[in-house]
């Protein structure tokens, strides 16, 4: 099963991924991949190009440092970084653990990844009508998945 898919996780949980990741120490790019891989038991590791434009981004928004160590980018949390990881512990808490049990996260991760191989290795084969069905497709399952999700939160009110 491969390890990476480069939309997969929205933006906002990779940065709060991240800052969790570092949150105890120091770490460069590739134990910041890593660590993440070990929080979705190796199912999912991001990929470098989500975790390094993300890791600029933290840095331009002042919430991680950088640093050289040894020729290698050595990343470490700011203050500011601290305080929006841990405003945001609930949200990494149940993105990871609390909203369901590590069988059911590990299966709707292994469809997702064989839905994304099974797409992306058959795009150079797919005519432009194929593509455009593939396309409404995923966009109705989206809204479909959106919209289960909406009507229970909304029953959670």
């Known amino acids: ?27 460069h790019g590739y134990e910041i991949i890593k660590n993440i891989g070990e929080k979705f038991f190796g199912i999912y590791e991001p990929s470098p190009g989500i975790v ?47 909203k369901m049990s590590p069988s059911e996260r590990i299966k709707i991760l ?14 150079p084969f797919l005519t432009s009508e194929q593509l455009t069905d593939i396309y409404k497709t995923l966009e109705e399952t989206n809204d479909r998945i959106n919209n289960l999700i909406l009507m229970t939160n909304n029953e959670k009110k």
Request: glycine share 8%.
């Open 1 to 27: 099963m491969g390890k990476s898919g480069r939309n997969f996780l929205v933006r906002g949980i990779i940065k709060l991924l991240i800052l969790d990741s570092i949150y105890e120490g120091e770490k």
């Open 52 to 98: 390094y434009p993300t890791l600029q981004l933290l840095v331009d928004e002042g919430l991680i440092k950088e640093k050289n160590l040894d020729g290698k980018k050595v990343y470490f949390i700011t203050e500011n970084g601290k305080k929006i990881r841990d405003q945001s512990m609930e949200i990494i808490n149940s993105f990871l653990h609390k």
């Open 110 to 123: 292994r469809i997702l990844e064989i839905l994304r191989r099974t797409v992306y290795n058959q795009l």
